[in-house]
């Protein structure tokens, strides 16, 4: 029985008995005007952060949504792409399908706008997705990813860039963690299918994304998630455990590396009315611009003394140099 066979078990629990502190997300549910979420898709909602974003939703995209939970977020995909088969749900536990679908029913009732018509439930395995090749605008995960071990981790993210069509977004939300996580811990099956031994540090989880293809990964959010104490876990020191909302972008990659925004803006504060560095990025006076890590660097490494570098907030939104 490998460690995916217990996660399945694990949600097939979940999906029959609702589990409402199997996740911590401290992202607000999106209130959309008119939307009307039934009480068992919030009860079974299983992500750690939001894969929700109006940007990335505007003229009516095609998503794919791996790993569907109670269905909250299939139907806010929906809200914005109000067609026939515009999301695609996958998920490989066949109890958490039927209720996902039970649950959209329900939303069905509650909201004169929506129909189940909208959501196609596949059955099917995030490494071996049962979906065409450059067909999905979107695809999203919440809180599934970091259940992978690195060899499936990076299985899985590349079938996400297989499906996406060119220019396409890949948001999810992960458990991450910096503090070295001990082995027992990490190969414990059930702590890593409750979403807290999996987890990577941010440099590994980004790297792995990139090395898949993805020419631009935005950080949109980071925010505590668990800890794992001595008093409730084998362990001898405390390891804190973060959430981290991230989209990356199916765009060719840059000559020199992939541009990786974490929040950090470049202000040009000398006496001309604005510094050129020649290569696209031209700051205006005392005018933040945030830039990616790459462009950081680059500008930092010039040594001037009329330019500063704020350091990563992690929380960036667009509008940035690249």
Same mark, same amino acid.
């Given at each position: =029985?490998? &460690?995916?066979?217990? @996660?399945?078990?694990?949600? *097939? /629990?979940?999906?029959? !008995? %609702?589990? #409402?502190?199997?996740?911590?997300?401290?992202?607000?549910?999106?209130?959309?005007?008119?939307?009307?979420?039934?009480?068992?898709?919030?009860? =079974?909602? &299983?992500?750690?952060? @939001?894969?929700?974003?109006p *940007? /990335?939703?505007?003229? !009516? %995209?095609? #998503?794919?949504?791996?790993?569907?939970?109670?269905?909250?977020e299939?139907?806010?995909?929906?809200?914005?792409?109000?067609?026939?088969?515009?999301?695609?749900?996958?998920?490989?536990?066949?109890e958490?399908?039927?209720?996902?679908?039970?649950?959209?029913?329900?939303?069905?009732?509650?909201?004169?706008w929506?129909?189940?018509?909208?959501?196609?439930?596949?059955?099917?395995?995030?490494?071996?997705?049962?979906?065409?090749?450059?067909?999905?605008?979107?695809?999203?995960?919440?809180?599934?990813?970091?259940?992978?071990?690195?060899?499936?981790?990076?299985?899985?993210l590349?079938?996400?860039?297989?499906?996406?069509?060119?220019?396409?977004?890949?948001?999810?939300?992960?458990?991450?963690?910096?503090?070295?996580?001990?082995?027992h811990?990490?190969?414990?099956?059930?702590?890593?299918?409750?979403?807290?031994?999996?987890?990577?540090?941010?440099?590994?989880?980004?790297?792995?994304?990139?090395?898949?293809?993805?020419?631009?990964?935005?950080?949109?959010?980071?925010?505590?998630?668990?800890?794992?104490?001595?008093?409730?876990y084998?362990?001898?020191?405390?390891?804190?455990?973060?959430?981290?909302?991230?989209?990356?972008?199916?765009?060719?990659?840059?000559?020199?590396?992939?541009?990786?925004?974490?929040?950090?803006?470049?202000?040009?504060?000398?006496?001309?009315?604005?510094?050129?560095?020649?290569?696209?990025?031209?700051?205006?006076?005392?005018?933040?611009?945030?830039?990616?890590?790459?462009?950081?660097?680059?500008?930092?490494?010039?040594?001037?003394?009329?330019?500063?570098?704020?350091?990563?907030?992690?929380?960036?939104?667009?509008?940035?140099?690249?």
């Amino acid at each position: =029985m490998s &460690y995916l066979d217990t @996660t399945v078990d694990f949600y *097939r /629990d979940a999906a029959i !008995s %609702p589990n #409402v502190g199997l996740c911590c997300t401290t992202s607000p549910v999106w209130a959309l005007p008119g939307l009307d979420m039934p009480k068992k898709m919030l009860e =079974m909602n &299983y992500g750690c952060g @939001t894969t929700i974003n109006p *940007r /990335d939703l505007s003229n !009516s %995209p095609t #998503v794919l949504y791996v790993g569907v939970g109670g269905g909250m977020e299939l139907l806010q995909f929906a809200y914005f792409s109000r067609r026939a088969g515009a999301i695609i749900g996958v998920d490989r536990v066949p109890e958490m399908l039927a209720a996902c679908q039970e649950n959209l029913h329900t939303a069905a009732e509650k909201n004169d706008w929506f129909r189940p018509e909208f959501i196609s439930l596949r059955a099917g395995d995030a490494l071996e997705l049962p979906v065409e090749d450059n067909s999905v605008d979107v695809a999203a995960q919440n809180c599934l990813f970091n259940i992978f071990k690195q060899d499936d981790l990076r299985k899985a993210l590349a079938e996400m860039y297989r499906v996406l069509k060119p220019n396409g977004r890949l948001v999810m939300s992960d458990p991450i963690c910096d503090d070295p996580i001990p082995d027992h811990l990490r190969n414990d099956e059930v702590l890593r299918a409750e979403c807290l031994s999996g987890s990577i540090p941010l440099k590994a989880y980004l790297k792995l994304i990139t090395e898949v293809g993805f020419g631009t990964v935005e950080v949109r959010a980071k925010r505590p998630y668990r800890l794992l104490s001595p008093n409730h876990y084998n362990t001898d020191q405390l390891i804190f455990i973060e959430s981290v909302e991230v989209c990356a972008i199916k765009d060719p990659m840059p000559a020199d590396g992939p541009c990786i925004f974490t929040g950090k803006s470049a202000i040009y504060y000398g006496k001309e009315a604005y510094f050129d560095d020649q290569k696209g990025h031209v700051l205006n006076a005392n005018m933040p611009l945030a830039v990616c890590d790459k462009t950081a660097a680059a500008l930092a490494s010039l040594g001037r003394d009329d330019i500063f570098i704020s350091e990563s907030t992690y929380f960036y939104d667009g509008g940035g140099c690249c």
